[in-house]
């Protein structure tokens, strides 16, 4: 059994932390304040081969496992939560043409993202159906030999920024998970207009949008997967990304127990630093415990995706278990701080507000649990 990185993660780590110290934590709090979206700092991540790491060398790309991704993941997040998101939402919007596109999809859409530099928004969550993927009512009408697209998504990352979606609609509703179909869809098709910008709590620097789709006229060879396929699409995909939201909890748990350690030992209260005290001490010890299993958890569930290996369950733990540590790490960093923990003076608030997301997006934290339980019974 091996734990280290090899030389190419090693490197790619170190890449990603100084991108993270250099480009990021700089802008992060002044993004968080403004709500804008951080176009040329994502792009500089595209540039360093930090984003749409996905996409294989035969379609121009670096064709990085889930793990390294996990890795990069890890390190922007140290710096900013909605800029993590923002950057890796790419994968999460190309992986449903790696899962189910055949190989002129592949080499058209995935090499297009590799060789310029685009934003993908992943179009699966509707404003009536967000836990419940089959009952989505976005619909597909067949005409010749295209497909009429009719409805809107929601809670769209990147959804204003995007130059490229893959979008989920339905054949036919009453046939739930067996009607679903999954298409690539360019911006400038007519009929696909973003909607308004969420005001969000946390996760402020990404993008997060209602899409209409108004006719919107796509050709059938811009389907991915069969009629009926976009269900399996959508769980592969997802199956794919999870690991990623671990070890995007994993850089904001470190970063929160990093900012503790260093106030713990500055912050004096009856006459010691308050880290010599034993109710602090053990916040600090369970923030470090919950990093190293979340850590642990998220990286043996990549490495079981890059083997080949099926992994929903490992997957939907390693989401869930990273996320709600994280949560815990961010809240127990506020009190530990105190007063001004709760001002944005300090950053520990913004790291709540960012974990906060986390357990919502990319399947609730109930439904991972869901997932979990399903395959222990065997359902
Ligand atoms: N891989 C392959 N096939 C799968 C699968 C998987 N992971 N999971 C299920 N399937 C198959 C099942 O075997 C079943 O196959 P059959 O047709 O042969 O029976 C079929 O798909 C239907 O499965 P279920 O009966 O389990 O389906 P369900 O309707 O009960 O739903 C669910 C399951 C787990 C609740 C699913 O709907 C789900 O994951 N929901 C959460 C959705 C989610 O994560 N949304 C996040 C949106 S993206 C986002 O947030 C990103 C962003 O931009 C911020």
Redesign the pocket.
Known sequence: MEFALDDELLALQDTARRFTEEEVIPIAAEFDRSGDFPRSVIKKAWELGLSSTCIPPEHGGLGLSILGSCVIVEEIARGCGGIT?SVM?ND?GLSPILVGGNEGQRKEWLGLCADEFKLI??C??EPGA?????GLQMSAEKDGNDYVLNGTKA???NGGEADLYTVFATLDRSS???GLCAFVVPRDTPGLEPGKKEDKLGQRASD?RLVHFDGVRVPAAQRLGEEGQG??IA??T??RTRPMIGALAVGIARRALDECLAYTRERKAFGSAIAEFQAVQFMLADMAKDIEASRLLTQQCAWMIDEGMRA?KQSSMAKCFATDAAMKATIDAVQIFGGNGYTKEYPVEKLMRDAKLMQI???TNQ?QR??IA?ELLGG
Request: glycine share 6%; proline share 0%; aromatic share 12%.
């Open positions: 998101t939402c999460l928004s992943f699966l969550s967000g836990s419940d993927v089959a809670w769209i990352t739930r998970h067996k997060t269900f399996r769980m592969e997802l199956d929903s997006y990319e399947g439904i869901v997932v399903r």
